[in-house]
């Protein structure tokens, strides 16, 4: 029986993970080992922990690594933190095969730390861009650390092979996030409202803004800019909070100072993958710069305004209306985006990250995959000598 440790450090990857840990919790050849860090520990991000905890998982490690502050400082000593306490975890115990998905710093502490362990370590989703963010940078360097690629179009495969990485490690299985449109029943609004607390009315819109940690100074300019434009639209507005990063409380302020005004607009700090599934099925559109409103929302036809220059790189639908941090230019797009019209070209949008069926594919490779010198011991594949 292979032990594989799957690292989960926030809402947003272990939503995107959960129909990979329900298979391998059913598997009876491999061994899941659920390693538990960053915001999932933390009360100010809700203790996030205990969502895992309800849906079954066992919990196997726990690294606390989150200082509560949002400096540059501060997230890069809890980078320093998270290298300490994962070593110490791999000091001892050590899975066969360590998943690391995405590009959160927390989640590059956590890789770093396996490499000297020589643990293979599987990254899910290298080869996207994100120009906006530093975890542009956190990303690229998981890949060049990690031994297994799995990526979500043949575009990022091309650039995970671009870095050097040899074709046999890579495989392409699209959007693990969609694996869940299969298996999560989504809420109607009565249900929605029983379980949040929150009633949706006929017309919203879901709001997700992150800090753009590359312009980290310019956060409040473009959250007051955000708000400005939502004011003038007028409609109600759900908002799910920010991550922890550089400016992440600014935003959580002035939403707060938002709110005080508008009380027929809401937050939630974490609606879990049914809610914000059921939450982005209900919605007239979506706003902000989140990697849902790129990946999942052309499943379910949503309009998406995205703001600025976080997503910057990655490939998108038709869905997505693409402005800058004016509130002229961001009221224009949802302006676009609620209309009839737009909503209406969207019929029969085929979703670029695959229909969801990212699941097996991982899992399969996970299991089959020799664990040898091979597969440690990385070669450069130099595209030039392919042509």
């Known amino acids: 029986m292979r032990t594989v440790g799957v690292i989960t450090t926030g809402r947003s990857d272990y939503g ?72 110490q975890i791999y000091a001892r115990f050590r899975p066969d095969v360590l998943v690391a998905l995405g590009d959160r710093f927390e989640m590059h502490a956590a ?21 906006g963010a530093i975890d542009d940078a956190f990303r690229h360097a998981i890949t060049k650390m990690s031994h297994l690629h799995f990526t979500a179009t043949d575009v990022y495969a091309q650039r995970v092979m671009q870095m050097g990485e040899e074709p046999w490690r890579v495989t392409v299985c699209g ?37 753009v940690t590359l312009e980290y100074e310019q956060t409040e300019m473009q959250i007051k800019e955000l708000l400005a434009a939502l004011d003038v639209i007028g409609l109600p507005i759900l908002f799910t909070m920010p991550n922890a990063d550089t400016g992440g409380r600014v935003i959580r302020k002035l939403i707060d100072e938002f709110l005080s005004k508008h009380p027929d607009s809401k937050k939630v700090e974490n609606l879990g993958t049914q809610g914000y599934f059921s939450a982005m099925a209900l919605a007239t559109a979506m ?66 990250y695959g229909k969801g069926q990212a699941a097996e594919i991982i899992l399969n490779k996970l299991k089959r995959v020799k664990l040898d010198d091979r597969l440690i011991r990385k070669r450069f594949y130099d595209m030039r000598d392919v042509h």
Do not use: C, W
Request: net charge negative; proline share 6%; charged share 25%.
């Open 111 to 131: 890789v770093v730390a396996a490499l000297p362990f020589k643990i293979p370590v599987a990254h899910l989703y290298g080869g996207e861009l994100t120009e």
């Open 287 to 352: 706003v902000g710069n989140s990697s849902s409103g790129i990946v999942e929302a052309a499943s379910f036809g949503l309009p998406v305004v995205n703001v600025g220059n976080r997503q910057k790189g990655r490939i998108r639908g038709q869905n997505v209306i693409d402005v800058g941090y004016s509130r002229e230019e961001i009221a224009d797009g949802i302006r676009k985006a609620i209309s009839p019209e737009f909503r209406a070209s969207l019929k029969g949008l085929i979703n670029p």
């Open 175 to 211: 959007a693990l996030s969609l694996d869940n449109l299969h298996t999560t029943p989504l809420l109607s609004r009565d249900e929605f409202a029983d379980k949040f607390a929150i009633t949706l009315p006929e017309k919203f819109l879901l709001v997700t803004y992150h800090p």
């Open 16 to 87: 995107i993970y959960l129909p990979l840990l329900r298979r391998m919790n059913r598997d009876p050849d491999l061994k899941l080992h659920l390693i538990v860090s960053g915001m999932h520990l933390s009360p100010e991000f809700g203790m996030t922990v205990k969502d895992i905890e309800k849906d079954g998982f066992e919990i196997g490690e726990r690294v606390e690594m989150l200082l509560s502050s949002d400096t540059p400082e501060s997230i890069a000593k809890s980078m320093g933190l998270g290298t300490i306490g994962f070593a």
